[in-house]
């Protein structure tokens, strides 16, 4: 194992662009991915743990929660992590922190993801994908700095409360919106979407590509699909995609991406 450690999970590129920039930085750094069940949980060894996650509906992705509870961090460890969203961080550090204690942790905003919602350029403060790259990328430095000094945030990460209910509807509502997904004759079967998608949602029956109800609205298969043939009913018709244009789906879809 690295001496430090990056968990991230990231839809749509924003987070894991975080953590590649900031695993550079510091270098003698693996990234462990949360789109499915880490590779590695026990990290007790490294000198360093980070996790880089996004907000989704208030709160932690999918079952990123879940996998949390098990991941193993000594207690001599220096522990941070960012939390990406749009506009508002919700109780995801919160849990986090009550989970494994953070020394370090920020928020920072970018592109809006939630395409279904709001156009990407929807984010605060409001600006086009190349300023909030820049932008993302100057806090990665930032915080790469930050994180190699051990630096310590003064005041604990907020409880949020009104995310709590907000995120407590959320799981339903990802999954209702996903049961709108279907792809278009643009469709030409290039499999990168059943690739991509972190729970298995997507198969191919003849002709056809099926959507299961197990959608967490990450929106990496709109937004990824080379054809734009992927929508949430027709209400993304005629939304423009987005996603990180540092990241590939097959860097997404890794298990550990290490820098030396
Ligand atoms: C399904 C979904 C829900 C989201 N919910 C929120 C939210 O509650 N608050 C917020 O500020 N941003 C929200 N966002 C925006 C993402 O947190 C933000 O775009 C992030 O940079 C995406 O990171 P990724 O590209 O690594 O997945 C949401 C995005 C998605 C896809």
Known sequence: ???????????????????????????????????????????????RVGFIFPCYGGGLPGHVERYLHDIKVSPDSYTFAIQQCSAYAGEGLYKLNELIPLDYWKKVTHQCTAIWLFP????????????????????????????????????KPSKAVANKVEHAKWTEMARSIGMTLKANDNCVMCGQCAKLCPTGNIRYQGKAVIFGDKCISCCGCVNYCPQEAINFGKITEKRERYHNVNVTVDELTQDIISFE
């Open 1 to 47: 194992m690295k001496e430090n450690v990056i968990f991230c999970y990231s839809g749509t590129g924003n987070c894991l662009d975080m953590a590649k920039n900031i695993a550079k930085s510091l270098g003698n750094t693996d990234i462990i991915m949360m789109r499915k069940y880490p590779a590695i949980t026990d990290v007790r060894e490294a000198k």
């Open 120 to 155: 990407h350029t929807m984010m605060m403060p409001p600006m086009g994908a190349e300023a909030a790259q820049a932008r993302s990328e100057h806090f990665a430095e930032k915080i790469a700095n930050e994180v190699k000094a051990e630096i310590k945030t003064k005041r």
